[in-house]
């Protein structure tokens, strides 16, 4: 099945710092990926779109300069927390989509969960 | 506009009972719907997907999800636990050609010796 891999699958940074997150499809082309954020014991929220080639789109809420998302090639998007706070300590999670599996299926990563400091 | 509800946030049952997990959702145009298994610290892994086939969808490790368009439901069974079922099940829907997926809220299954 299709695999998606993340780095780093954990950090702790110091408050003020940037984080950068990567987001890999190992074995297909995504288009589209996703990045999700899990606060514990809730479900998933859906943060950004990201499509390569173009801009993201952000979801409601989201602070576009804060949650930098770069899509440069068809296996890669990054996500990258600038100026980070002890709020945005968190799990983050990217999916990508499969053009090519019926039901426009997405594949999760194994998250990354951030400690800001 | 879509969104899934699943009823019961935990769910406890015995080892080799039923497993039984409640989802509906609501959406405008016929929906594409997913489950989702998260174990601690980790990210989801597709359990089963139902796209418009058969209404009686298979998936891993011995689960199996309904759709009923009457009911608008997608529940997730399994005919005996295993210790190894303990985790969170989320359910999604998304629309054909859509980006995003919406989930529910989660169940965490917790099984019994």
């Known amino acids: 099945g299709a695999v998606v891999s993340q780095h780093p699958s954990w950090v702790i940074c110091k408050s003020g710092t940037s984080v950068k997150i990567e987001c890999r499809s190992l074995d297909f082309q995504a288009t589209t990926m996703f990045w999700y954020r899990q606060f514990p014991k809730q479900s998933l929220m859906l943060m950004a779109t990201s499509n390569e080639g173009s801009k993201a789109t952000y979801e409601q809420g989201v602070e576009k300069d804060k949650f930098l998302i770069n899509h440069a090639s068809l296996t890669l998007s990054t996500l990258t927390v600038t100026s980070a706070h002890p709020e945005d300590s968190s799990f983050y999670i990217c999916?990508?989509?499969?053009?090519?599996?019926?039901?426009?299926?997405?594949?999760f990563g194994p998250g990354t969960r951030l400690t800001v400091l | 506009a879509q969104s899934v509800t699943q009823l019961g946030s935990h769910v406890s049952v015995s080892e080799g009972a039923l497993v039984l997990l409640r989802c509906n959702y609501s959406?405008?145009?016929?929906?594409?719907l997913f489950w989702y298994v998260q174990y601690p610290n980790q990210g989801l892994q597709l359990l089963l997907k139902?796209?418009?086939?058969?209404?009686l969808v298979k998936g891993i490790n011995g689960f199996e999800a309904e759709f009923k368009k009457s009911e608008t439901s997608f529940h997730l069974t399994k005919p005996s636990a295993h210790m190894s079922d303990a985790a969170e099940y989320f359910c999604?829907?998304?629309?054909?050609?859509?980006?995003?997926?919406?989930f529910g809220t989660g169940t965490r299954l917790t099984v019994i010796p």
């Open positions: 999604a829907v998304s629309e054909l050609g859509a980006n995003n997926l919406f």
């Open positions: 139902y796209t418009s086939a058969a209404t």
């Open positions: 959406s405008s145009v016929p929906p594409y």
């Open positions: 999916s990508a989509r499969d053009p090519t599996s019926g039901g426009d299926t997405q594949y």
